[in-house]
């Protein structure tokens, strides 16, 4: 039995008892814990039709309701980070309520923005009988790990089955200092890479002997960070490289090493992509080092959702619950959205997320509650 199996009809309309259910429910990656079930059980409710779709041993919600394609589609996921090891002053997992705080992990990335959606639903549909178009869910178990079981595996299945949503909604904790004030419609993508450079050892008083691959290193290093990568666009801050680490191993000083390495890490805007970044990379490395190696790893590529008719409709329901127009982002790390972004016009918006991650991370439930009303306006823009 699960938390949402004595919550009454009433209490699906209001988002702190089932966010508090989801805290309960420790689900650090991969773990489930009964997160989907709480999900599916409410959905089930309010009368979704339900697909689990898991992956390994992440476990997947796909949910819709109404006929067509859907018009809208929130998306998210029940996983959590563990607690860490700074100290909380509460049970990370047992949702207590302190002076107007709702604290646990999850409570803002992202079980809060979560159960602010489904109540915002089971309100909804209390009152709107007629839509305009299918509204689904996606949420999954696997964002906070290396997220390849999660949206990723959701949205391939979606694209196969020609399901794919026209404007997906991503509860992310986007808010900075208030509720409402930003929302992301763009993120850099991400990459890193390791190079190895190989050379001959020897004595450092014989030079002409070796090939000393650290000074073929640090040339190559010298050209990557010598030129900015560009200057920014009109959606993006400029792309960043930063070498994270040189090393040799090498145990003593009169010896010329025969292998030198290097890990970088790149964040880049839209004016570029893995294929782009990669090729300047071994192209650069090939102008000062005939043997090397180049091992790169990219968990998302750049996207930008450019302002129009969906962003407007979502931009225009916060600033009607909020009274003021939030700001358009496309900064912080990755998120789920990219996996969308190929397919479908998506944005992300949510809570503030000042505590997500961190030892007692909390949520207002005032926050909450208005949350959960924005949420409601925008069921109204798209499906009403």
Known sequence: MTDTTALAAADLADPLPIARALIRCPSITPEDAGAIDIVRETLARLGFACTELSSGRVRNLYARLGDGPAAFCFAGHTDVVPPGAAAW???????????????????????????????????????????????????????EGEAIEGTAKV?????????????????????????GDTVKI?????LTARLIV????????????????????VRIAHDLIATPLDEGTAWFEPSTLQLTSIDVGNPVGNLIPPRAE???????????????????????AARHAERCALDISCSGEAFLTEPG??????????????????????????????????????AEFGLVGATMHQADERVPVAELSALSVIYERVLEEFVA
């Open 262 to 284: 290097a890990r970088l890490a790149i964040r880049f805007n839209d004016r570029h992509t893995r294929a782009s970044l990669e090729a300047m990379l071994r192209a650069t």
């Open 186 to 190: 763009g993120r850099r993508g991400s």
């Open 89 to 143: 002053s509460v049970d990370p997992f047992a949702a207590e309520l302190r002076d107007g705080l709702l604290y646990g992990r999850g409570a803002v990335d992202m079980k809060g923005n979560i159960a602010a959606f489904l109540a915002a639903t089971a309100r909804f549909l209390s009152r709107v009988r007629t839509l305009r178009g299918a509204i689904a869910l996606v949420i999954t178990g696997d964002e």
């Open 198 to 217: 190989d050379g001959v050892q020897g004595h450092v008083a014989y030079p002409q002997r070796a090939d000393n691959p650290v000074h073929r290193l």
């Open 309 to 346: 008719p969906e962003v407007e409709r979502l931009t225009r329901a916060i600033e009607a619950a909020c009274g003021a127009t939030p700001r358009l982002d496309t900064g912080g790390g990755i998120s789920d959205a990219r996996f969308f972004a190929p397919h479908c016009p998506v």
């Open 155 to 179: 949205v391939a299945w979606l694209a196969a089955r020609r399901e794919i949503p026209r404007f997906v909604l991503v509860g992310e904790p986007t808010s900075v200092a208030v509720l």
